[in-house]
Every structure is written in C-alpha cells, then in structure tokens.
T-cell receptor, first 115, second 114 residues
C-alpha cells in the first residue's frame, strides 16, 4: 500500500511569488490534514479535510493560504503571495477516521524556502 | 489550550547508552498521546502511542507510559543504536467535535555516536 506522498520535495521561490504544494493521501483515507514546521519549532496544525469538505481550518495563518481537495482525493495548498515567514516544512497526513484508534500517517514533507 | 512541552535537544549519546526524552502535556479531557520520529531525509513515522492513562506504548525497543498524575509521556530506550539518530516529536490528540488535530512538541534531535 502506497503511503502519503507530497510534491515537490523542495521549493525555492522569491517573496511575492506563488507556490502550490500537493498531497496524495493513502487511498481510502477520508481525512486529510496539513501541518507545518517553521524554523525548527513545533509542528503546527493548519487544517483538516473530511473528503472534500474543510472540517477545521483554524490553523491557517492568513488568507494568503488556500487549500483545496477536489473530489476528496488529493489536496493542494497554495501560498499567494509568499512571504519570508512562510518558509518551513509543510507536512500532509491522512487517516481513515478520527477515533482514538486511528493513526495519522504523514508524508515526507515539502521544504519551502522563500527568499 | 492544550499544549506539549518536550525537552530541548540536541541529545548526544554513545551507542548502548540509556535514553530518556521528557515530555509533559497540558490538556482538558483525556487525549491520546504519541511519539513520532523523523529519520534523516524521511517523513514523520508513528513510533508508539497510548490512548488512556497507565497505558504503555512500545515499539522497536522504545517505551512510553501515559502518566495522568504527572501529565507525562516520557520516551525511554534501554540501549540506543546509531540507527536511532533522528528527531523525536511528542504529540497529543486534540479531539473536538468532528476534528482530531495533533498538537506537537518542538522535537528533540537525538544523535547516537558509535
């Protein structure tokens, strides 16, 4: 069974540009999460999809960030326009359910550098 | 709100040394607790978990016990190997309604020397 995949693995862009990150969850997982780790600090929750619906987007930092999950399969996270403080590692995770027995499986992350 | 406090790193040990990485939490209710590990160049992997008080999670020689009285979930291993070098993250589940996000500590870098 394929794990969570993310693309690209690295992205270097200039301030003001746009970047789109992609996440493919484990097949059959309805729940998809985005997290990010900035500057070696803690990993912070951004948002949670259940199928194609945003269940919780309380962690999204501002309106420069837009997440979508068309058809309830893969998800994209767009940053437009990017700022220096957006640099960090963006992780995607997926799970079958949200109960205590459900594990969130993480992808390898996308390292974003904004110059 | 809910939070996780994890010991600062880096932690440098010699092979076969005993490892403890401290983790304490603040939470309402009874969250599940996790240790995730990130090996160099890889993504986060679940190392172990515990879903209720006094549960012990264990995997690959690592153990952690859910201590409600001290709000702790310290990670231990009796004899570390070079291959255990990685960043370790303590986390709790924050389940509210129909969402269940993870709240992480800052991570602890472990370097094991031969």
């Amino acid at each position: 069974e394929a794990g969570v995949t993310q693309f690209p693995s690295h992205s270097v862009i200039e301030k003001g540009q746009t970047v789109t990150l992609r996440c493919d969850p484990i097949s059959g997982h309805d729940n998809l999460y985005w997290y990010r780790r900035v500057m070696g600090k803690e990993i912070k929750f951004l948002l949670h999809f259940v199928k194609e619906s945003k269940q919780d987007e309380s962690g999204m930092p501002n309106n420069r960030f837009l997440a979508e999950r068309t058809g309830g399969t893969y998800s994209t996270l767009k940053v437009q326009p990017a700022e220096l403080e957006d640099s960090g590692v963006y992780f995607c995770a997926s799970s079958q359910g949200i109960g205590t027995g459900d594990t969130q499986y993480f992808g390898p992350g996308t390292r974003l550098t904004v110059l | 709100g809910n939070s996780v406090t994890q010991m600062e790193g880096p932690v440098t040990l010699s092979e076969e040394a005993f490892l403890t990485i401290n983790c304490t939490y603040t939470a309402t209710g009874y969250p599940s607790l996790f240790w995730y590990v990130q090996y160099p160049g890889e993504g986060l992997q679940l190392l172990l978990k515990a879903t209720k008080a006094d549960d012990k999670g264990s995997n690959k020689g690592f153990e952690a016990t859910y201590r409600k009285e001290t709000t702790s979930f310290h990670l231990e291993k009796g004899s570390v190997q070079v291959s255990d070098s990685a960043v370790y993250f303590c986390a709790l589940s924050d389940r509210r309604g129909a969402t269940n996000k993870l709240i992480f500590g800052t991570g602890t870098l472990l370097a094991v020397q031969p």
